[in-house]
């Protein structure tokens, strides 16, 4: 095996676990991405006036600047399928990780984070693209999570995985060789709808994917 390509098929689930003594050790267990426990927090959000704010901000700053990034802040809504808000949910209910949070003891991601984690013996703690941009607190326009999503859930940055691009051709991010027996480079993470077109070679302009699930959805 020369490399290690990761493919998940869970977008937009999430989980968190202890950075010091035993990566191995949960806090909560890994939510995926139709769990509503977090509704009353979406509903509330949706209605605050925080958001009410934000989106008649980023209209005027649209109309002014013309920015495609304050268009899509105008408009943005926050929903279930969104791992911002479930973090939130653990973030107020889990007292561990409450604690924990202070003693920079805590490391959240989605699922890709925690394989790469455990596969390097918690060398990286990392994320790709694909998998951050589903999350609601990554912001796609300046390819970095958002500051003010992590300021409105009061949601640490220390917590964060580094985001990196889906194939990013690193020869440092390598399997351990206790699991494999040597050691191998894992070059490329990518989630979901986006994975399954590479799956199915879907390679070149005017490929097409589609998908029948509890939806239909054309790639």
């Given at each position: 095996m020369a490399a290690m390509y990761i493919a998940t098929p869970f977008l937009g689930s999430l989980t968190t676990y202890k950075a010091v003594e035993t990566f191995t050790s949960f806090y909560y267990n890994l939510i995926v991405w139709n769990d509503l426990r977090a509704k009353e927090l979406v509903e509330e959000y949706n209605e605050s006036w925080c958001l009410w704010i934000l989106n008649k901000a980023c209209k005027l700053l649209y109309q002014v600047t013309r920015q495609k990034r304050f268009l899509a802040g105008s408009v943005i809504k926050f929903m279930n399928a969104q791992v911002s808000l479930r973090l939130l949910w653990i973030l107020t209910h889990c007292q561990p990780v409450r604690v924990n949070v202070a003693k920079r003891n805590v490391l959240f991601g989605t699922l890709d984070t925690w394989l790469i984690y455990k596969l390097t013996n918690g060398a990286h703690h990392i994320t790709d693209?694909?998998?951050?941009?589903?999350?609601?607190?990554?912001?796609?326009?300046?390819l970095g999570w958002a500051q003010w999503a992590l300021s409105l859930f009061r949601i640490p940055?220390?917590?964060?995985?580094?985001?990196?691009?889906?194939?990013?051709?690193?020869?440092?991010?390598?399997?351990d060789?206790?699991?494999?027996?040597?050691?191998?480079?894992?070059?490329?993470?990518?989630?979901?709808?986006?994975?399954?077109?590479?799956?199915?070679?879907?390679?070149k302009k005017g490929d097409i994917r589609t998908l029948l699930y509890e939806f239909v959805s054309d790639n």
């Open positions: 693209v694909s998998h951050a941009s589903t999350t609601g607190l990554y912001d796609p326009f300046t940055v220390s917590i964060l995985p580094k985001v990196l691009a889906t194939w990013h051709g690193r020869e440092d991010i390598r399997v060789s206790e699991h494999l027996g040597r050691e191998i480079p894992i070059r490329a993470s990518i989630t979901d709808q986006s994975a399954s077109m590479y799956g199915l070679s879907c390679v």
